[in-house]
């Protein structure tokens, strides 16, 4: 009972106490309240103060730079007006300067040109002067030039002349192609035959004193070839076909007479060279299906124009450049084998003198281990009795061979 009495008197103390402190948690609330409303007050008016003192100052700052920059532009305006001054006058100063020069360099222009064009004039005129004295002497080049190519249509149109012409250049081609030993002009290919061919490419024979003759004869049937080149410029079909013929015809002769006069074996090849001295002529003749194997079949001739047989002339060259090559490999071959038989009795001979060595050799270490005998003897000849003395003085001595 007095625990009970005691629990409720502690239980309304308490009661008292949280009344008293909850009491004066709202007097504290309340002044808080009052005092956070004051200082709030206080801050917007302070704020609001600082907020027009801003506006003022901005509304000064706004009037002092509208001040300055209407003098800035007023003092850029001066600034430019007087550049705008300086400007002109200057120009004004540089526009007479150079009107000053312009007038003096027309002046120097004007003398240099007149005294150049002087100058040019009298170059000209002694130019033309020279050019015309040139063409006085080009109208008589003209005039040779004029005399020589008649000189060569009269060659062109005589059967003789054209074939001294064609024989020149054939024995140009063989000159610039061989030498002087690889052919000969005039050749008498045919034994006791007074015919002779324009010229002939020596071949080596079988033997070394033997040769062989490769013919070549020059043939220009110029009559025919014109008419056949006139009827075809003239697109005349019927008369380039009858001039075609003709000059088949032609070649075909010059073939037959080259075959019988100039095809003689041994002493020649068993064909014959027929040099045709245009390009022109040559494609003509080449041209013709089944002309060229004909002659061939027929005469054993071959047709050869400048390119071509200045293509066989060089493949001869290197023929006879390897048959040369071939002779001196022979030669080489042959002191070779004589070097051999040198170089194997020389290795015969040293193996004689290497196997005196070793004998000598041998010989000499033999009579090295005599002597190391001796020696060691002889070191101890003072210990030995007499009869080990009487043997070592019984050592046979060496010999005069062995010391040899």
């Known amino acids: 009972m007095e625990l009970q009495n005691g629990l409720k008197a502690m239980s309304d103390s308490l009661d008292n106490r949280v009344g008293g402190l909850t009491a004066n948690l709202n007097l504290h609330f309340t002044a808080f309240a009052d005092v956070q409303k004051k200082t709030g007050d206080a801050l917007a008016e302070t704020q609001r103060l600082r907020l027009n003192e801003v506006n003022a100052t901005l509304g000064k700052l706004t009037e002092t730079l509208s001040a300055q920059q209407i003098e800035g532009r007023k003092a850029m305006a001066e600034e430019l007006e007087k550049v705008r001054v300086?400007?002109?006058?200057?120009?004004?100063?540089?526009?007479?300067?150079?009107?000053a020069k312009l007038e003096e360099m027309r002046k120097t222009v004007d003398e240099k040109l007149q005294s150049t064009l002087d100058q040019r004039l009298?170059?000209?005129?002694?130019?033309?002067?020279?050019?015309?004295?040139?063409?006085?002497?080009?109208?008589?080049?003209?005039?040779?030039?004029?005399?020589?190519?008649?000189?060569?249509?009269?060659?062109?149109?005589?059967?003789?002349?054209?074939?001294?012409?064609?024989?020149?250049?054939?024995?140009?081609?063989l000159e610039d192609t061989l030498t002087s030993e690889q052919y000969a002009a005039q050749?008498?290919?045919?034994?006791?035959?007074?015919?002779?061919?324009?010229?002939?490419?020596?071949?080596?024979?079988?033997?070394?004193?033997?040769?062989?003759?490769?013919?070549?004869?020059?043939?220009?049937?110029?009559?025919?070839?014109?008419?056949?080149?006139?009827?075809?410029?003239?697109?005349?079909?019927?008369?380039?076909?009858?001039?075609?013929?003709?000059?088949?015809?032609?070649?075909?002769?010059?073939?037959?007479?080259?075959?019988?006069?100039?095809?003689?074996?041994?002493?020649?090849?068993?064909?014959?060279?027929?040099?045709?001295?245009?390009?022109?002529?040559?494609?003509?003749?080449?041209?013709?299906?089944?002309?060229?194997?004909?002659?061939?079949?027929?005469?054993?001739?071959?047709?050869?124009g400048p390119s071509t047989l200045t293509?066989?002339?060089?493949?001869?060259?290197?023929?006879?450049?390897?048959?040369?090559?071939?002779?001196?490999?022979?030669?080489?071959?042959?002191?070779?084998?004589?070097?051999?038989?040198?170089?194997?009795?020389?290795?015969?001979t040293l193996e004689a003198v290497d196997k005196k060595l070793d004998e000598a050799k041998n010989k000499v270490a033999d009579v090295g281990r005599k002597h190391r005998a001796v020696v060691h003897s002889l070191r101890n000849v003072e210990s030995l009795p007499a009869l080990e003395v009487v043997a070592v003085a019984a050592l046979p001595e060496p010999s005069d061979e062995a010391a040899e």
């Open 187 to 304: 050749v008498q290919v045919r034994p006791r035959s007074a015919e002779r061919v324009d010229f002939a490419v020596r071949l080596p024979g079988q033997d070394d004193d033997g040769q062989v003759w490769i013919p070549i004869d020059c043939k220009f049937p110029h009559e025919d070839y014109a008419r056949l080149v006139a009827a075809q410029e003239s697109a005349n079909p019927v008369e380039a076909e009858a001039a075609g013929k003709a000059l088949e015809r032609a070649v075909m002769a010059q073939a037959k007479i080259m075959a019988e006069k100039y095809i003689h074996p041994p002493h020649t090849t068993d064909f014959a060279y027929m040099y045709l001295p245009t390009e022109g002529l040559f494609a003509e003749i080449v041209r013709r299906e089944g002309f060229t194997a004909d002659l061939r079949a027929r005469h054993r001739v071959e047709i050869a």
């Open 86 to 99: 300086t400007l002109t006058d200057n120009l004004a100063g540089l526009r007479k300067e150079n009107e």
């Open 122 to 173: 009298d170059a000209n005129f002694k130019q033309v002067s020279d050019r015309l004295e040139s063409v006085q002497k080009g109208l008589g080049e003209m005039q040779s030039l004029a005399t020589g190519v008649g000189d060569l249509k009269r060659v062109l149109t005589n059967v003789k002349s054209r074939g001294t012409w064609g024989e020149v250049q054939l024995g140009a081609l």
């Open 311 to 348: 293509a066989m002339l060089n493949a001869l060259r290197v023929g006879f450049r390897s048959l040369q090559i071939q002779k001196k490999s022979s030669e080489v071959w042959t002191e070779l084998g004589k070097v051999k038989s040198a170089f194997e009795k020389y290795g015969e």
